[in-house]
């Protein structure tokens, strides 16, 4: 069973995204800030990363930074989903830039977030 660390300040979107990956049989694990989520991605080495952008703490850049420097969690495939008030094209080849494997705007369709991990996991 894939585990999927999301890392989201959103407490309801936190519910909807766990709902949803659940009824895929995936393990969802959850951490509410950047320090947080960074913390799991080491101890837990997920299949996979949900990373928002705007998080209290580090945010979602020096996040994947940061991940993307430590070996035991560079290969961790990390999609970003954030509402960043900016062009979308430009963040999605930002993220891409800094290592992550996908961007999706919020609002997000969940049937196009379950279809994105579905993608990136079978990799």
Known sequence: MP????????????????????KQGWEIVYAYDGKDGLEKARELKPDLILLDMMLPGLNGVEVIEALKKDPGTQAIPVIV???????AQFMADTVK?????????KPV???VLVETIERVLLK
């Open 109 to 111: 369709h969940i049937d």
């Open 81 to 87: 989903m954030t509402a960043y008030p900016s062009d």
């Open 3 to 22: 585990r999927i660390l999301s890392v989201e300040d959103d407490v309801d979107l936190q519910q909807v995204i766990a709902y949803a990956l659940k």
């Open 97 to 105: 830039a800094l290592g992550a494997v996908e961007y999706l705007a």
